[in-house]
Structures are given as structure tokens and as C-alpha cells.
């Protein structure tokens, strides 16, 4: 690694407050999840060629036509999915780039992450190894069918959105279970939190959002 490398490493503190302010300002309030933003270092989840620009509120692409999600998005994402009630065990769908599901890992006993592109599922492997975080499970899995193996789950997020919600993802919840997720075409797309009761599911639209589409198969 260069010294180039480490230097976008330490001038980051400065900028990561910035980050962190800005979070504020647009309204995130759970300290747990700003701490958690704080701690995660973005700039090792995109390209080194764009690790400067790693801790703007932006999303940045990651390859393969995806994005890392903005951290307002992340933020935001993460407290709604924390705000019913503690959470044991998560569903993400969308691994991406890893950087919500190190964020979200150390605020939960375990996360289940599937990802439908081999090559950015390894690439996130090796940072979560690298950050010698431990309770990330990774699938190579078109995880809009959930991941049944470890149903039923606390909370899912998916970091990519369906046109509907997908009834598969809803009854790998258990009841009480939260999940946070985008919904819609592209440019009408808002983000939703579906909790699961006994007989159904009850849903809230939390505001405007844009996330790639979340497709079928693997690749
Ligand atoms: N949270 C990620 C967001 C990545 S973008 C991050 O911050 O980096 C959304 C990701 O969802 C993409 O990597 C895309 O390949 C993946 N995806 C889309 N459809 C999927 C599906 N059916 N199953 C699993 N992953 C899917």
C-alpha cells in the first residue's frame, strides 16, 4: 500500500467530521449509527482511485454497473431498520461494495449478506476479513428470493430496489420483524419499512430515493 494510500487515511479524520456533521444536519439522530459512520472506513470500499472522494455524501460507482450507496442513504437506512427494537439476525440483499453491511454488523449479533455479482461479493469479503470482522455471513445468491436457509430473520435490508415488495422477503421476517427497502422504477422510487404482523404486513413510506434495480439470477 502506498504512502499516498495511508495519507488519504489520516487527512480522512477531518473529513469523516464533516461527514458526520452533514449526517446530523440532514436529520440522522441515532448516535449508534453516526459513531458507526464514523468508525467505517469508506475509503476502502471504493476504488483507490476514488478514495479521495470516499467520504463526500455521495454514491460512487464500484464497478460493474453498481454504486456504493451514499452515506445519507446508509445512515438512514440503518436507523430505520434499528428503531423497532434490538435485532439479532439480518438479511441484507445487495452486498455491493460491503459498506452498509460493515456498518450495519457491529450494531447487530449477525448479518446475512447475498450478492448476485461474484466478483464484488469476493472484493467485499476480503475488506470484511481485512477489518477482521467476524459475524458477516456471505452468499453468492439472487437473494430476491430472501436466503432461506437462514430464515426467519429480525430485519432485511435490501440495497437495491424491486418494483414491489417482494413477498418472499416478507415472510422470512419474523413476526414484529422490520425491513427496510427502496421500491419503484428508477426516478419514482421511495424507500418503505414493512413490519410483519400475524397476518400480513403493515408498510410506511419514509421519503424519495434512487437505487439500481434489484435483478434476477447470478453472475
Ligand atoms: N449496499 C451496497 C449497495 C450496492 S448497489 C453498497 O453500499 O455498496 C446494490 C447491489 O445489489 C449491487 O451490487 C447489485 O449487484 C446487487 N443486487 C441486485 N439485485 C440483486 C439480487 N437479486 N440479489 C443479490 N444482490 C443483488
Redesign the pocket.
Known amino acids: 500500500m502506498s504512502a499516498e494510500y495511508f495519507g488519504i487515511g489520516m487527512t480522512s479524520a477531518r473529513t469523516r467530521e464533516r461527514l458526520i456533521r452533514r449526517l446530523r444536519d440532514e436529520g440522522i439522530r441515532d448516535l449508534r449509527v453516526l459513531e458507526r459512520i464514523r468508525e467505517t472506513p469508506r475509503h476502502l470500499?471504493v476504488d483507490e482511485a476514488l478514495a479521495s472522494r470516499a467520504y463526500e455524501d455521495t454514491a460512487l460507482p464500484?464497478g460493474?454497473g453498481?454504486?456504493?450507496?451514499q452515506p445519507y442513504i446508509?445512515a438512514r437506512m440503518t436507523e430505520a431498520l434499528l428503531e423497532p427494537g434490538s435485532l439479532e439476525n439480518v438479511l441484507e440483499?445487495?452486498?455491493?461494495?460491503?459498506?452498509?453491511?460493515a456498518v450495519l454488523a457491529p450494531l447487530v449479533r449477525r448479518v446475512y449478506t447475498?450478492?448476485?455479482?461474484k466478483v464484488?461479493l469476493d472484493q467485499a469479503r476480503r475488506r470484511f476479513q481485512a477489518l477482521n470482522i467476524r459475524n458477516i455471513v456471505t452468499k453468492h445468491?439472487?437473494?430476491?428470493v430472501g436466503l432461506p436457509e437462514y430464515a426467519p430473520y429480525d430485519g432485511i435490508i435490501v440495497?437495491?430496489a424491486p418494483e414491489g415488495i417482494p413477498l418472499a422477503l416478507v415472510e422470512q421476517l419474523n413476526p414484529g420483524g422490520c425491513m427496510v427497502l427502496p421500491v419503484g422504477l428508477r426516478d419514482q422510487q421511495v424507500l418503505v419499512r414493512v413490519i410483519r404482523t400475524d397476518d400480513g404486513y403493515e408498510r410506511e413510506i419514509l421519503e424519495r430515493v434512487s437505487?439500481?434495480?434489484?435483478?434476477?439470477g447470478v453472475c
Open positions: 470500499f464500484i460493474n453498481q454504486t456504493i450507496s446508509v440483499v445487495g452486498t455491493g461494495s460491503g459498506y452498509q453491511t447475498t450478492e448476485r455479482i464484488l445468491s439472487d437473494g430476491g440495497t437495491a437505487f439500481v434495480p434489484l435483478l434476477g
